[in-house]
């Protein structure tokens, strides 16, 4: 497995980020925050990290949801993934939401979303007369069948 470098700047406190698992694709990472946060039933909220990064050119870090937490408590991130850019170096959020019916305590120092460092390419956009047919055609949401 290739490992890539990712600078951190971690206020006093703040918990890097961390794999639980050898085969884990996401590293945990966890809120910054001095007193908990209650996130109410269908609310959002930014909860800090404490952390900036350093992304390798070509890389981007995508903010994720703990699989936990979305199952028992309905807590996902809420533009997922969400994404920290090779050039960004302010603190890294997690907008998190509440889908559940019952308010959410978030504490200090709860593993709330993952972030997993993936490889990015960009692409050129060019206006083209005509676009090459395919077998899907113009079949939107749903064509497919469930």
């Known amino acids: 497995m ?10 006093e406190g703040a918990l890097l980020p961390s794999y639980h698992s050898y085969g884990a694709s996401g590293a945990d990472v966890s809120a910054y925050l001095g007193t908990p946060v209650v996130v109410a039933a269908g609310a959002s909220a930014l909860i ?7 992304i390798p050119e070509g890389y ?8 936990g937490l979305a199952l028992k408590n309905m807590i996902t991130v809420l533009n997922s993934p969400g994404t920290v850019d090779a050039d960004y170096r302010g603190e890294v959020g997690v907008i998190v939401i509440n889908h559940g019916i019952e308010p959410f305590v978030i504490m ?23 676009l090459s047919a395919s077998s899907r055609g113009e079949g939107g949401f749903g064509h497919t069948g469930v």
Do not use: C, H, N, W
């Open 2 to 11: 290739e490992e890539v470098v990712v600078a951190v700047d971690a206020a």
């Open 60 to 67: 981007e870090i995508q903010v994720r949801p703990r699989s």
């Open 48 to 54: 800090p990290t404490g952390l900036k990064v350093a």
């Open 108 to 130: 200090p120092g709860m593993r709330i979303a993952q972030l997993v460092l993936a490889p990015i390419m960009r692409a050129q956009y060019i206006v083209a007369d005509m």
